[in-house]
């Protein structure tokens, strides 16, 4: 049996992690899990979270991503998402900011304020600080 797998990372602008790993860690809807080679079959709904990619050399990379589905099977694992971005290019500053004014909108709670999307927001925000936090480790 092989000891990695084919991982892809895919939004609809195009892939955003595409290689190989001895493991990955993904947040799925009821709770993180992780998968190294051989794992049973698998169809599961994302949240956003972040995905922890370790490749064989020891090198590990985060990847800040929003909902979506994983799809694995015989060494391959595919996560679909609405948005995704490696902790590498994410700016920490603008996800702080933008945690704060998803956390203003919500404490307005006025008919004007799309609760859903600041909501969103606001995971999409704690995602990416969550991502570049741990890269820094």
């Known amino acids: 049996m092989e000891d990695r797998i084919h991982l892809q990372i895919i939004t609809a602008a195009g892939a955003v992690?595409?290689?190989f790993v001895s493991a990955v860690r993904i947040p799925l809807e009821d709770g993180s899990i992780g998968i190294m080679a051989g794992h049973t079959p698998l169809l599961g709904?994302?949240?956003e979270g972040v995905v922890k990619c370790t490749r064989a050399d020891g090198e590990t990379h985060y990847v800040a991503v929003t909902q979506g589905l994983a799809h694995v099977a015989e060494?391959?694992?595919s996560l679909l998402v609405n948005a995704a971005e490696q902790a590498e290019s994410i700016d920490l500053a603008r996800a702080q900011a933008a945690e704060r004014r998803a956390r203003e909108r919500l404490?307005?709670?006025t008919?004007?304020?799309d609760t859903i999307r600041a909501e969103a927001a606001l995971h999409?925000?704690?995602a990416r600080q969550m991502a570049v936090r741990l890269m820094k480790k």
């Open 17 to 19: 992690y595409d290689g």
């Open 124 to 126: 999409r925000a704690l």
């Open 45 to 47: 709904a994302l949240v």
């Open 75 to 77: 060494n391959h694992v």
């Open 111 to 113: 008919p004007e304020v």
């Open 107 to 109: 404490k307005k709670h």
